[in-house]
């Protein structure tokens, strides 16, 4: 009887809650957290609101914004997460055991790098280009508003995965991308290493869906007269981002895949022993980790562009060369994949090869950085907050990138490999590069959605605050990996070290009060709006055609079908009367579904039950799916709804007096 | 083909280049590993030639009718699109009994796919292929159970059309896995 208990609950136990003292704190803010909300949601008889308006949606810029909320709730966690491990270094030095265990320790900045990457940074993005790619394409929505949803809401259950694990199992302990053996059934029996599968697997699936979604919306759907070089800069990253994304993101789900079959059915892929081998999983995940650094920055480098182009009243310089930059990092950023493991012993030949690619990858990504200073030369700057968070990043991001250089030479690389430098410079593009621009780009095109600018002030003194406390959280890491100190350690017995981990402990406080202005000037910005209403759909002088449309913009885009005459048309046309005509047509908008969320809530059950080894649950799940899919692509409901001429032109009148419609 | 027809299509292109990408990356690591046989059995002892020819001559010819199926489908002749989707979802059938039956003989003779790291990349990526097989079976059902209550028109023509390409796509997986795998291993 028990036997059978067993087999049919799987690894189901008591002991799966937590028992240390952080990470019972960090399962009730979990389950605190969601049960203060949902009761909130309750108290003020919102949750059918939320389903109908919200949940349901197919609007990009609401699928968008439902990203990013979710992202900013993950960046929480993540940078808890961090401010846990530099307390725990700045601590444990000598006899001092500091205030986490190793096994805690481990688990946290696995989770801290998985859910940075994973949960914020590709969140951000997609949030943000789903915000704006339709807007700025002059087209209704993209190309498959039903996939869109069901991107979303794969990407929010794997979220949910990850947290899950806190609440009950236990998080991968084997860093954030789970090398094996280590991340084998042999020295990995737990439910961690799979929790971390899962929702990769899950969330990775939703960003190959949105890869393809995008891709089809900029080569298919764009306004008339846009050809490909008079696209905005911006929508030629998202180009060259997606096209990482599909050749990239198969090779993630392949390899978690295998990992997965080594795990749950005894195979031999990368076991040390049957003649499994550990280093053809580390170049797998590579080459798709590698690309995957560049989806993330690649975005936020055309954020920039479209920022210092609008706050410097100039055409972008040498838009051509970033449409080529653009390309050549997308290309040279599959062959580069080895200087992650230059200590593999692949040979001289090989490392040379990769380290000059590596060299090789920063002269695009320079050209960039000159194009957007020589955009500021002789333009009339206005440093608004977006700005600022500009020339923080210009400065940062290339003291990152030329470390990066420095460690592209193997005999340099063989010295700081695995050591708190590389920690430093791979924060040094990623904080400074990829998050500063999102920072930017949320800061600039927010009056775009919800009809009011964010508080400027507030906004500054946040990017100040990140810029400094980044300074002091990771300069210190580069001295500390010159001096011997590897990464992932939970004690040490160096006392000279101890000053620098305490450094920059202090630079996480500093960034921890940057986040904190950050919400306060969201709050405080929604508690003002009516001071900093934007009535003309214009807040910045803008160049690209969303800011055509009136703030917050309406859930069709535009009224009248754009055509475009030129590059930087509303710019052009605000110039010389010139650059955009108009169409009057009846467009078609899609109705609204739970289907995306059920698949994904499915999606979750099956993930689940193969986590905890619920066979039956997971085979129930997955034919859930199935069914689903089927259903929505049988059926003959119309899912869409026209809007007449006649419909538009009174939704454009009210639109226009600031009403959302 | 009207603007939905167009995205849909290309879309679809673009998911099936993901697919294929899946699939370079499992050659790729069977390729890797192939020769890793830990005391178990190589390829050469394992294959059995013929009864894999006569598989994929099972798969080309349901190729085949599939192409003469969106023929059929595009000139509007709904009884002949029926029979020949049949005649697919039949010979798929045939196809996946069997691979399994290849796959259960294996198991039995201890070459299973616990054996070996060959084994591992053996069974992973021909039954990934055959997984692909059996939601292009299911995909084909639905598509039939659609031509027989529907009245036909250009939105199915498009599923048709859509499905077509998905299953010749599985047909050219199939003919690398059969050089790659079968033939290279039996040399």
Avoid at chain 1, 243 to 249: E, G, R, W
Avoid at chain 1, 630 to 639: A, F, I
Avoid at chain 2, 160 to 167: D, E, Q
């Amino acid at each position: 009887m028990i036997d059978m208990m067993a087999s049919m609950w799987g690894r189901l136990a008591w002991d799966g809650f937590p028992g240390e003292l952080v990470t019972i704190g960090g399962a009730l803010a979990v389950v605190f957290g969601a049960a203060a909300v949902g009761a909130a949601l309750f108290y003020f008889k919102r949750w059918k609101w939320l389903w109908r308006e919200w949940l349901t949606s197919l609007d990009a810029k609401k699928i968008g914004v439902m990203y990013i909320v979710v992202a900013v709730i993950m960046l929480l966690r993540g940078v808890g997460d961090a401010l846990l491990l530099r307390t725990q270094q700045a601590l444990a030095v000598g006899d001092a055991g500091g205030v986490i265990t190793s096994d805690t320790f481990q688990q946290i900045f696995s989770a801290h790098g998985t859910i940075m990457i994973f949960f914020v940074a590709m969140g951000i993005m997609f949030g943000l280009i789903n915000l704006v790619l339709p807007l700025m394409l002059g087209t209704r929505d993209v190309a498959f508003p039903f996939l869109n949803s069901v991107s979303f809401w794969l990407f929010a259950a794997g979220m949910a995965l990850v947290n899950l694990s806190l609440v009950y199992g236990e998080f991968s302990a084997a860093g954030w991308l789970a090398y094996p053996p280590l991340s084998g059934l042999e020295y990995s029996p737990g439910v961690g290493i799979d929790y971390w599968i899962w929702s990769l697997q899950i969330a990775g699936v939703g960003s190959l869906l949105s890869g393809i979604n995008f891709l089809t919306t900029i080569l298919r759907q764009r306004a008339k007269g846009m050809s490909l070089m008079k696209m905005p800069i911006f929508v030629w990253s998202v180009i060259t981002t997606m096209i990482l994304v599909v050749f990239a993101f198969p090779i993630l789900t392949a390899t978690l895949g295998m990992l997965s079959l080594d795990r749950l059915m005894g195979m031999h892929f990368f076991t040390s022993d049957f003649g499994g081998n550990p280093m053809m999983y580390v170049n797998l995940i590579w080459a798709w980790g590698h690309p995957e650094v560049y989806i993330l920055v690649l975005p936020a480098f055309g954020i920039f562009s479209e920022v210092v182009a609008t706050f410097s009243r100039k055409y972008l310089f040498g838009y051509k060369t970033m449409v080529f930059a653009l390309f050549g990092i997308t290309f040279l950023s599959f062959i580069v994949w080895l200087h992650h493991f230059f200590t593999m012993g692949a040979g001289g030949n090989v490392n040379a090869f990769f380290g000059i690619m590596t060299m090789i990858i920063a002269v695009p990504t320079g050209v960039k950085i000159f194009n957007w200073i020589f955009t500021m030369y002789k333009g009339k700057v206005k440093f608004a907050s977006p700005m600022v968070w500009f020339m923080g990043f210009v400065f940062l991001f290339t003291i990152g990138g030329m470390t990066g250089v420095l460690m592209a030479v193997p005999a340099i690389d063989f010295q700081v490999h695995n050591s708190l430098f590389l920690v430093a410079h791979f924060h040094n593009t990623i904080i400074t590069g990829v998050l500063f621009g999102f920072f930017a780009g949320i800061t600039y095109w927010f009056p775009k959605i919800f009809g009011f600018k964010l508080h400027e002030q507030l906004g500054r003194i946040a990017a100040y605050c990140w810029i400094f406390g980044f300074m002091l959280a990771f300069f210190p890491l580069y001295v500390l990996g010159f001096m011997g100190a590897v990464r992932r350690i939970d004690h040490y017995d160096e006392p000279s070290w101890q000053i620098f981990f305490i450094i920059s402990g202090v630079g996480v406080l500093v960034i921890l009060l940057g986040i904190g202005f950050q919400l306060l000037q969201l709050g405080v910005s929604i508690w003002q709006r009516k001071k900093n209403l934007d009535t003309t759909g214009d807040p910045w002088n803008g160049r690209t055609l969303e800011w055509s449309v009136p703030s917050p913009a309406p859930s069709y885009n535009f009224a009248a079908t754009p055509q475009v005459s030129s590059r930087d048309a509303f710019w052009e046309m605000k110039q010389s009367g010139r650059g955009i005509k108009y169409v009057h047509e009846a467009i078609k908008v899609p109705k609204n579904t739970g289907a995306g969320a059920v698949i994904a809530g499915f999606a979750f059950i099956m993930a689940f039950g193969l986590i905890w080894h619920i066979w039956w649950l997971a085979f129930v799940a997955f034919v859930a799916v199935i069914v689903c899919i089927l259903k929505r692509t049988l059926s003959d409901e119309d899912n869409e709804r026209e809007l007449s001429v006649k419909e538009l032109k009174q939704l454009d009148a009210k639109a226009r007096k600031g009403v959302r419609v | 083909m009207n603007q939905l027809a167009s995205k849909r299509y290309f879309g679809f292109w673009l998911y099936l280049m993901t697919d294929c990408l899946l699939f370079a990356a499992l050659f790729a690591t069977y390729v890797v590993l192939r020769g890793n046989t830990a005391d178990g059995p190589r390829p050469s002892e394992i294959f059995n030639m013929p009864f894999v020819l006569v598989e994929t001559v099972i798969l080309l010819t349901s190729s085949f009718i599939c192409g003469l199926m969106l023929l059929a489908a595009k000139a509007n002749n709904v009884r002949r699109t029926k029979t020949l989707l049949f005649g697919v979802i039949v010979l798929g059938v045939l196809f996946l009994g069997m691979e399994l039956s290849e796959f259960t003989q294996l198991v039995h003779e201890g070459a299973g796919w616990t054996t070996s790291a060959f084994l591992s990349a053996f069974f992973t990526l021909v039954g990934t292929h055959g997984a692909h097989i059996f939601i292009g079976l299911l995909w084909a059902g639905a598509l039939l159970w659609l031509l027989q209550t529907r009245t036909f028109n250009d939105a199915l023509l498009q599923k048709t059309g859509l499905f077509a390409m998905f299953w010749h796509f599985l047909d050219v997986i199939w003919i690398f896995i059969f050089t790659i795998v079968y033939i290279m291993g039996a040399a």
